[in-house]
């Protein structure tokens, strides 16, 4: 296995602070750089070791430290070492019969799960994404509020059915209403504060301003941790709200889930989360879970299984030697399914829950050290928003623009150089940091703090390193 | 890195004919013999390895050359290695930006798929699962079809659609339905053929049926490879059907896919395919790829970022450093994406297209022999259709039915012990051949050999071990 050993140099220059993060070429570039082509007749295996080490000198170290890029940032070992044992285990996870200790890992882990949320009953499964676990609430709510769906579509309902959700939500919610057939138009944004937070007395006025043109509205999302600025909607108000309309909640705490672990930070961001009908919680991103690990839970048991159930006897059989109520093919839109479980298992069995409160906790400290340090040079950097998590959304101010009020003009400027800047991290291979424009405002860099290699020192040297970078922007 | 080592212990015990495919336990004795508690403070490293060790000791060896369970069997260590180096790497597929050279490789190996189906252009993204490569071919179609549904949902159109599939398909299709809001009732189910084909001259009657009560038609599935008896439905009539009504040609070669490659066996079975608008292809069936690999191809090129586009400029900006068009974040319905292509791609360069084709050819004829063997012994087995795949479909016959006549009697005998010896072949932990009803008849095994270790010497073991486990029933 020298493959191995080409895995643990990528390792330890991931963990280098010295070793570039990146090597960049633009596409036609690598394209020449790289042999790709498939060949007619197998190649040898030392053909096959130098095609790894090529493919691994040219990816970008997510797990470098100085990588700050996504919300996805890191490499935990133990997480990995986790997905190694899967791929070599390569089994699917739809009954007991070929998965049966990945099958029950998922019962104890996701039940643990639940239990911070806040339940003590529930069901859960485990998505390809937050994307996908946010259909899941989606389809379960449907089915709950409208079982004649399934069968007869929207020719079972004498309406148009209609969800909300903030102006700032993850886009894959408004994906869900074309997937189902909703159509984007009856996907309703709700505006949000300057903060970020979805504002309730809107969202009770558009559920009003619907129903007074005889539409259905049955689902609200809302977000714990937005994708951009790390927002938390309000959520007993909104529970309010769906209570008093009888819409269901769904908390999409994709990005925000892993602060629940952290009886500092939970409070008063994630307050009556147990309030909700359905929750979606990636552990693959603040928790370092292995790409990809995402989580739907459900307060009500049941749900799952006769909303996705097609009873394909032919699959799912009930003669089975063994109780088949472990069986989760039939609760799942995929049918096949990638084990997911053993990295977080594993990983939760190294850290603890205690070591992942831990974590939690330093992720948030380093962010609020990141943003001591913006404050205290209000000549290189302008903090955009005191934030509410990770995320560190701030502009940077070359030298030309010092001097200049913070007026839209300068905004435009800072906003054109992002781009730029961030062009040069690359090609110096440096430094990730990621940029965006929002509704409010035109380009801005969103800083995130998510990987367990990161340090104060790194935070500083990323300070220096944009300003060594940028300054003659 | 000590868990190497229990790794290749665990690929050596898959290889070992002598070792068992599993240690079977019923799920509560197995909650007693496994430690899976969260703790609250982290484990040593010592106890990390005793997890890894004990999970795989009770794992069920997918790789064994015993197991003829799943469509998914086998376990290729080329692209095994190639999963271990994915973990390693631990990125995320929606940006050239963090995936650039895995990026690359999708463009490679996919136009090469698509060659194979016998497209020069056309589009195509990997997915989680051969059922959302169904789902995405579904969301094309109603896309290019009724391009404003995407806004306005069922409303922008004056009808109920409606689509078509044979009733031994994949009940991811009609999944698809339910998902989509049309309603599972429509999703019409096709008669086929005593062979398991779809019959045309009965799809064509029902589209004609629904067309009268002005429903619209729009999605036709055929598949190429049924999941329980690997059947072909016809495409050349299929596709002059869908030309005829203007209807949309799916075609579900999840599990027949792999037979392309062969200029053998691809024809007859999926003579015609290049006429489908889209397919489903699964490289982890039969091509061996570690779970999960599953592609869906388009004809068209343009139609999937066009469908599922969210314009989410706050991900996807389109004022990078390089030309954005490698980006595949919008073209998909997850966001975040797994790697799935390097696992495939290091394999496809490891054997080559033609040690591709060798393997398929192997496979089918493995199979053929296992039909032969089945036939000289008609007095233990009753084969109960010639296949045209790798899916063989039989009853084992115990001492005491051996001169009945086959009626309908000793059928309900057949069926009744298919439970009872799999039970005696998991808890033997020999051999593991699944079995299941169909809407024909009731129980009966399907044997898969899909795996590149199974030679003649195996085939006899089974039906040898099959005889030693279950002759008294």
Same mark, same amino acid.
């Given at each position: 296995? !020298?493959?191995? *050993?080409?895995?643990?140099? @990528?390792?330890?220059?991931?963990?280098?602070?010295?070793?570039?993060?990146?090597?960049?070429?633009?596409?036609?570039?690598?394209?020449?750089?790289?042999?790709?082509?498939?060949?007619?007749?197998?190649?040898?295996?030392?053909?096959?070791?130098?095609?790894?080490? %090529?493919?691994?000198?040219?990816?970008?170290?997510?797990?470098?430290?100085?990588?700050?890029?996504?919300?996805?940032?890191?490499?935990?070992?133990?997480?990995?070492?986790?997905?190694?044992?899967?791929?070599?285990?390569?089994?699917?996870? @739809?009954?007991?019969?070929?998965?049966?200790?990945?099958?029950?890992?998922?019962?104890?882990?996701? +039940?643990?799960? $639940?239990?911070?949320?806040?339940?003590?009953?529930?069901?859960?499964?485990?998505?390809?994404?937050?994307?996908?676990?946010?259909?899941?609430?989606?389809?379960?709510?449907?089915?709950?509020?409208?079982?004649?769906?399934?069968?007869?579509?929207?020719?079972?309902?004498?309406? +148009?059915?209609?969800?909300?959700?903030? *102006?700032?939500?993850?886009?894959?919610?408004?994906?869900?209403?074309?997937?189902?057939?909703?159509?984007?138009?009856?996907?309703?944004?709700?505006?949000?504060?300057? $903060?970020?937070?979805?504002?309730?007395?809107?969202?009770?006025?558009?559920?009003?301003?619907? !129903?007074? !043109?005889?539409?259905?509205?049955?689902?609200?999302?809302?977000?714990?941790?937005?994708?951009?600025?790390?927002?938390?909607?309000?959520?007993?108000?909104?529970?309010?709200?769906?209570?008093?309309?009888?819409?269901?909640?769904?908390?999409?705490?994709?990005?925000?889930?892993?602060?629940?672990?952290?009886?500092? /930070? $939970?409070?008063?961001?994630?307050?009556?989360?147990?309030?909700?009908?359905?929750?979606?919680?990636?552990?693959?991103?603040?928790?370092?879970?292995?790409?990809?690990?995402?989580?739907?839970?459900?307060?009500?048991?049941?749900?799952?299984?006769?909303?996705? +159930?097609?009873?394909?006897?032919?699959?799912?059989?009930?003669?089975?030697?063994?109780?088949?109520?472990?069986?989760?093919?039939?609760?799942?839109?995929?049918?096949?399914?990638?084990?997911?479980?053993?990295?977080?298992?594993?990983?939760?069995?190294?850290?603890? %829950?205690?070591?992942?409160?831990?974590?939690?906790?330093?992720?948030?400290?380093?962010?609020?050290?990141?943003?001591?340090?913006?404050? +205290?040079?209000?000549? !290189?950097?302008?903090?955009?928003?005191?934030?509410?998590?990770?995320?560190?959304?701030?502009?940077?101010?070359?030298? $030309?623009?010092?001097?200049?009020?913070?007026?839209?003009?300068?905004?435009?400027?800072?906003?054109?150089?992002?781009?730029?800047?961030?062009?040069?991290?690359?090609?110096?291979?440096?430094?990730?940091?990621? /940029?965006?424009?929002? *509704?409010?405002?035109?380009?801005?860099?969103?800083?995130?703090?998510?990987?367990?290699?990161?340090?104060?020192? *790194?935070?500083? @040297?990323?300070?220096?390193?944009?300003?060594?970078?940028?300054?003659?922007?």
């Amino acid at each position: 296995m !020298k493959v191995v *050993d080409i895995l643990l140099d @990528f390792i330890k220059s991931t963990n280098d602070r010295n070793a570039k993060i990146l090597d960049f070429h633009h596409p036609s570039e690598m394209m020449r750089l790289l042999d790709l082509e498939i060949p007619d007749t197998g190649l040898t295996l030392q053909q096959l070791l130098i095609d790894c080490s %090529t493919t691994l000198k040219y990816q970008v170290k997510t797990g470098h430290p100085h990588f700050f890029n996504q919300l996805s940032c890191g490499l935990d070992l133990v997480s990995m070492a986790g997905e190694w044992l899967t791929a070599t285990a390569n089994t699917n996870m @739809f009954t007991y019969e070929i998965a049966p200790v990945f099958i029950l890992m998922e019962h104890v882990v996701l +039940q643990k799960m $639940r239990e911070l949320i806040g339940w003590s009953g529930g069901d859960s499964i485990l998505a390809p994404g937050g994307s996908i676990s946010n259909l899941y609430a989606f389809l379960a709510a449907r089915h709950k509020m409208f079982p004649a769906y399934k069968e007869r579509g929207l020719a079972a309902i004498g309406g +148009q059915l209609v969800m909300f959700t903030s *102006d700032q939500c993850h886009y894959s919610v408004k994906s869900c209403a074309a997937v189902c057939g909703l159509g984007t138009d009856n996907c309703v944004m709700v505006p949000s504060d300057e $903060r970020g937070r979805m504002i309730p007395s809107k969202l009770e006025e558009l559920i009003l301003e619907r !129903k007074a !043109k005889g539409h259905i509205p049955f689902f609200v999302n809302a977000t714990a941790g937005t994708t951009v600025i790390g927002a938390f909607d309000p959520i007993p108000e909104i529970a309010d709200i769906c209570q008093r309309h009888q819409l269901w909640l769904h908390i999409d705490a994709a990005w925000g889930g892993g602060l629940l672990l952290s009886r500092k /930070y $939970r409070h008063p961001r994630m307050t009556g989360i147990e309030r909700a009908d359905s929750v979606t919680w990636n552990p693959h991103k603040l928790m370092g879970a292995l790409l990809q690990c995402s989580t739907i839970h459900f307060k009500e048991d049941g749900l799952l299984i006769s909303c996705n +159930q097609m009873s394909a006897e032919y699959l799912f059989m009930t003669d089975k030697l063994y109780d088949v109520k472990y069986d989760t093919g039939d609760k799942v839109i995929q049918c096949g399914r990638h084990n997911d479980i053993f990295k977080l298992w594993l990983q939760w069995r190294a850290k603890g %829950t205690e070591g992942f409160e831990k974590h939690m906790d330093r992720l948030m400290e380093l962010s609020e050290y990141m943003v001591r340090r913006i404050k +205290q040079m209000p000549d !290189k950097y302008y903090l955009i928003l005191e934030p509410e998590m990770v995320n560190v959304c701030f502009w940077y101010l070359p030298t $030309r623009v010092r001097n200049m009020p913070h007026t839209q003009e300068r905004i435009k400027i800072l906003a054109d150089i992002c781009p730029i800047l961030k062009g040069r991290m690359m090609q110096a291979g440096t430094l990730m940091v990621g /940029y965006q424009p929002d *509704d409010r405002r035109p380009n801005f860099f969103r800083n995130i703090i998510s990987s367990a290699a990161v340090t104060e020192a *790194d935070v500083d @040297f990323l300070l220096a390193e944009m300003d060594r970078l940028g300054h003659d922007l």
